[in-house]
């Protein structure tokens, strides 16, 4: 097929660096998007543990559930750090070290969304699933973003090989 000149996109031999850098501001907003679900979920969550009474208490006064609404709370503000480590490598003038940050924020809240979207479910327990409430909705989004634009198998590779070759490039 030919196109004329006029459809490059920037100079020639220099359109990976212009697509490398829209896919890393997607990957960016993604995984904003996919905090902001995280964030909502927990809310969610939190307050239904503070109203629903079991044995003439609010269940969130058991240990067991407060350790894992702990756990989901922990981890998302490891996703918080990584998606702010990412959005402040976009910027970066060295290719590897931004690839592989925003690399690690998505394999994180890929990880971290199917967690949060698992355990926000399991810890408001059947009504976790009604399409009544909102947060299955947001489960639902949590697992899509993963598979959009890499899921974390993907960028866990990648990760790996964009580390691989700078350690080729150092030795």
Same mark, same amino acid.
């Given at each position: /097929? *030919?196109?004329?000149?006029?459809?490059? +996109?920037?100079?020639e031999?220099?359109?990976?660096?212009? %697509? &490398?850098?829209? +896919?890393g *501001?997607?990957?960016v907003?993604?995984?904003?998007?996919?905090?902001?679900? /995280?964030?909502? =979920?927990?809310?969610?969550?939190?307050?239904? %543990?503070?109203?629903? *009474?079991?044995?003439?208490?609010?269940?969130?006064?058991? @240990?067991? %559930? !407060?350790h894992?609404?702990? $756990?989901?709370?922990? &981890?998302?503000? @490891?996703?918080?750090?990584?998606?702010?480590?990412?959005?402040? =490598?976009?910027?970066?003038? $060295?290719?590897?070290?931004?690839?592989?940050?925003?690399?690690?924020?998505?394999?994180?809240?890929?990880?971290?969304?199917?967690?949060?979207? &698992?355990?926000t479910? @399991? %810890?408001?327990?059947?009504i976790?699933?009604?399409? &009544?409430?909102?947060?299955?909705?947001? =489960?639902?989004?949590? +697992?899509?973003?993963?598979? !959009?634009l890499?899921?974390e198998?993907?960028?866990?590779?990648?990760?790996?090989?964009?580390?691989? @070759? *700078?350690?080729?490039? +150092?030795?």
């Amino acid at each position: /097929m *030919r196109v004329p000149a006029s459809a490059l +996109v920037g100079a020639e031999g220099e359109a990976l660096a212009s %697509l &490398e850098h829209a +896919v890393g *501001r997607g990957i960016v907003a993604l995984c904003a998007e996919a905090l902001g679900a /995280m964030e909502a =979920a927990k809310t969610m969550t939190i307050e239904y %543990l503070q109203t629903r *009474r079991q044995f003439g208490k609010p269940i969130g006064s058991f @240990q067991a %559930l !407060q350790h894992r609404m702990a $756990d989901v709370l922990l &981890e998302i503000e @490891q996703a918080r750090s990584a998606v702010i480590n990412a959005a402040a =490598a976009l910027e970066s003038g $060295d290719r590897t070290a931004r690839e592989r940050a925003l690399s690690a924020a998505k394999y994180s809240i890929g990880r971290i969304g199917t967690l949060v979207a &698992e355990e926000t479910i @399991q %810890l408001h327990g059947g009504i976790g699933m009604t399409w &009544e409430l909102p947060l299955p909705h947001y =489960a639902k989004r949590l +697992v899509m973003i993963d598979h !959009q634009l890499g899921d974390e198998d993907h960028h866990l590779a990648r990760f790996i090989a964009l580390g691989a @070759q *700078r350690a080729g490039a +150092v030795a």
